[in-house]
Nanobody
Framework: QVSLVETGGGLVQAGDSLRLSCMAS????????MAWFRQAPGKEREFVAA????????QYSDSVKGRFTISRGMANNTMSLQMDSLKPEDTAVYYCASDRRPWPGTGSYAFWGPGTQVIVSS
């Protein structure tokens, strides 16, 4: 079992930056695939970004490409999402996810964090 916890959410203004972090614990493997998803009010959860174990492969949704950057920590059990040029439409609960399967980053994930709220005011 893998436990994931997100931190770093908050209330910011449009154009601001925010950095989310995710820490994994439990039966973590350095080779685990990790990703960020988000769910806005009244909408389905959507893929945001994913990264492989080495950090050499990343994948982004079109809506965040060029504004968000996903990265993994040195210990490989941490992951971050640097969010720049935030827009009101980025408002959502952001979830960290991991899985023990190969690339690609999109697809199903076995383990999920409880989520952290991001609100971007206009």
């Amino acid at each position: 079992q893998v436990s994931l916890v997100e931190t770093g959410g908050g209330l910011v203004q449009a154009g601001d930056s925010l950095r989310l972090s995710c820490m994994a614990s439990g039966r973590v493997l350095s080779s685990d695939l990790m990703a960020w998803f988000r769910q806005a009010p009244g909408k389905e959860r959507e893929f945001v970004a994913a990264i492989n174990w080495s950090g050499g492969l990343t994948q982004y949704s079109d809506s965040v490409k060029g504004r968000f950057t996903i990265s993994r920590g040195m210990a490989n059990n941490t992951m971050s999402l640097q969010m720049d040029s935030l827009k009101p439409e980025d408002t959502a609960v952001y979830y960290c996810a991991s899985d023990r399967r190969p690339w690609p980053g999109t697809g199903s994930y076995a383990f999920w964090g409880p989520g952290t709220q991001v609100i971007v005011s206009s």
